[in-house]
Structure formats: structure tokens, C-alpha cells
């Protein structure tokens, strides 16, 4: 789906040293990764914290080897990877939907961690008509290179925000009119049971975790796959192409 806010093409790259991360912060990059030597201070430490404060960049704080198998570069104890994609705000997607007249479905996925899943669902997601993807800033699958060619470029096409306050987000959505429809097994409702006509926001839990339990508590509607064989579950790439087209099915009129 189409937006003035389209993510932009940039080139993957790591920034190495602590000033060379600190002006591409400034510079108004994406990070999509930031890691920071254990136990490392200075001034220009400090400022980078800061800024990380300021830009609401989280780090990862981790042992020099693990620095060193990155690059052999001088990295000064930091090491910052940029992000492929811009990422949105849902904040400024929803009101473009309505403005346009379109019934907003949007794909929320909590904590995939897998880049090839990641990847994939993007290209499911894409091809269903989905509006944008809505993904934690903090245990979700980087958005790397794989993700990009797994995504079949839809990763360039498809809005993807990211947010801090990921709960905040899931309320927001439904603040605005969406209904939540949480794809789980902790329901005996399965998928076409709800109505994905009205404006929906689907979420996908991990398949290590599934949905994390403050979602179920004020989703609208659970909803499972019906499973028929002995093998208990789909991919979640998988799940997720078969709960979004029951929506593009629903969404989709009769052929005269």
C-alpha cells in the first residue's frame, strides 16, 4: 500500500568509533543495532548517552571480544549498524488510511526475532494490502540485508514502525478504532470468527512465546488456525499468510 511516507532506500553499513556514531545520530540515521563496550567511559561516552537519551536509542552493553569478532577496525568500543529502511510512526499512518477512505489493517508482530520469518511476513504482508507493520524497539528481528531479500524488497514498500513503548502503540491502535485480533492458541475461537471488514490490526506472537499476555488481556478477539494433523503448529510466517488473507478474503467483494 502506497504512502507519501514510503520508507526510503539507504545503504547497510556499520559505523565504527564512538564521534563517527555520534554524527550519524545527529545526522538523523536509523540505528537499527548499537553496541557499547562493557565497562566504557569518557566524555564522549557520556555525550553519546545522551544523545541515545535524547533520540531514545537503546544499547546493548557487551564484552570487547564480541567488538573485536565484528571488526577489526579501531571501533573505540562502540559500533552502531544502520538501518536499511526509515522507519515510520503508526501515529501518522492511521490518519492517512482514513483520510483516503481505506479501512485500516495493520499487522502488529511481538518479539519476531528471526530475520527470515521476519522477512517473509513483510512479503505476505505486502502482497495482502497490508497498511504497515508495527514491531517493538526492543526484541524484534533487525532489519538487515536478509530480512531485505527474504522481504522480496517489500521491506522497501511496506511501512514498518518501530516503537519504544510497544503496549502504548497496541492502545493506540485501538484508541483509534481498531479492533484487536490476537492469532493464539489460548482461545477454542478460530480465525473466521471475527470480522476483518471494520478496521483491524492483527497481532503475531513469537513462536518461542507467542503474544505477550498484556495483549491477550485487551485484545477484542482470539483467534486460532484450526490444526487437523499431528504436527501442533505453522510457522509463524505461515500463520500469518493464513489469518491475513481470511481478512483480504472478507475485504474482497464477490465476483458479479
Do not use: W
Not at 492469532?183 to 477454542?188: A, I, L, N, V, Y
Amino acid at each position: 500500500m502506497a504512502f507519501n511516507s514510503r520508507p526510503q532506500r539507504e545503504s547497510n553499513q556499520m559505523v565504527f568509533g564512538i564521534r563517527a556514531v555520534v554524527e550519524a545520530i545527529r545526522s538523523g540515521k536509523e540505528i537499527e543495532a548499537l553496541f557499547i563496550q562493557r565497562g566504557i567511559g569518557g566524555g564522549l561516552i557520556q555525550e553519546l548517552k545522551e544523545l541515545m537519551n535524547e533520540y531514545q536509542i537503546t544499547a546493548q552493553q557487551v564484552p570487547v571480544e564480541k567488538l573485536n569478532r565484528i571488526t577489526q577496525k579501531n571501533h573505540q568500543g562502540v559500533i552502531a549498524v544502520i538501518s536499511p529502511i526509515v522507519y515510520q510512526k503508526i501515529e501518522n499512518i492511521i490518519p492517512e488510511v482514513f483520510e483516503k477512505g481505506e479501512t485500516p489493517l495493520i499487522l502488529v508482530l511481538d518479539s519476531i526475532t528471526d530475520v527470515r520469518n521476519m522477512g517473509a511476513i513483510a512479503r505476505t504482508a505486502e502482497c495482502a494490502g497490508v497498511h504497515a507493520i508495527v514491531i517493538p524497539a526492543k526484541g524484534s528481528a533487525q532489519i538487515n540485508p536478509d530480512a531485505i531479500k527474504t522481504s522480496a524488497g517489500a521491506l522497501y514498500k511496506i511501512p514498518v514502525c518501530r516503537h519504544d513503548n510497544f503496549m502504548q502503540t497496541v492502545r493506540f491502535l485501538q484508541e483509534s478504532g481498531l479492533q484487536l485480533v490476537c492469532c493464539t492458541e489460548k482461545t477454542q475461537d478460530n480465525i473466521y470468527t471475527p470480522d476483518y471488514t471494520v478496521p483491524t490490526a492483527i497481532v503475531m506472537g513469537s513462536e518461542e512465546d507467542g503474544i505477550r499476555n498484556e495483549i491477550i488481556r485487551i485484545s477484542d478477539h482470539l483467534a486460532k488456525i484450526p490444526m487437523f494433523g499431528e504436527i501442533e503448529s505453522l510457522n509463524v510466517s505461515v500463520s500469518t499468510g493464513v489469518i491475513l488473507y481470511e481478512a483480504v478474503r472478507q475485504r474482497t467483494p464477490p465476483a458479479p
